[in-house]
């Protein structure tokens, strides 16, 4: 049974970097051919999709965050990381991390969610 576990600070301030990392277990990160996501739900609005890092190292973003965000991995620890520079409060969310099975954006494993606040 695969499980993925997010942790992170819950408080970031505006112009700073929010950090979260993504704990994964039942399962290698580097076996073909999943793709670690990381997606994120503003209060009152739908789910938004920031972007992966697949099993060999490739990362894509989305084209609206591209420029802030960064996603990185452990492969020792089985851990992937979300950088996203420069928050704002409109970055405040649920944020997710998530497996999606071969890249068709079909999600069979999620974390829990850590709610990330952007205030001073």
């Known amino acids: 049974q695969v499980q993925l576990q997010e942790s992170g600070p819950g408080l970031v301030k505006p112009s700073q970097t929010l950090s979260l990392t993504c704990t994964v277990s039942?399962?290698?990160?580097?076996?073909?051919?999943?793709?670690w996501t990381w997606i994120r739900q503003p209060p009152g609005k739908g789910l938004e999709w920031i972007g992966y890092?697949?099993?060999?190292?490739?990362?894509y973003y989305s084209p609206s965050l591209k420029s802030r965000t960064s996603i990185s991995r452990d492969t020792s620890k089985n851990q992937f990381t979300l950088q996203l520079s420069s928050v704002t409060p409109e970055d405040t969310a649920v944020y997710y991390c998530?497996?999606?099975?071969?890249?068709?954006?079909?999600?069979?494993?999620w974390g829990q969610g850590t709610q990330v606040t952007v205030s001073s």
């Open positions: 998530a497996r999606d099975q071969g890249g068709f954006l079909y999600y069979d494993y």
């Open positions: 039942g399962g290698s990160i580097t076996t073909n051919h999943y793709y």
């Open positions: 890092i697949s099993y060999s190292g490739s990362t």
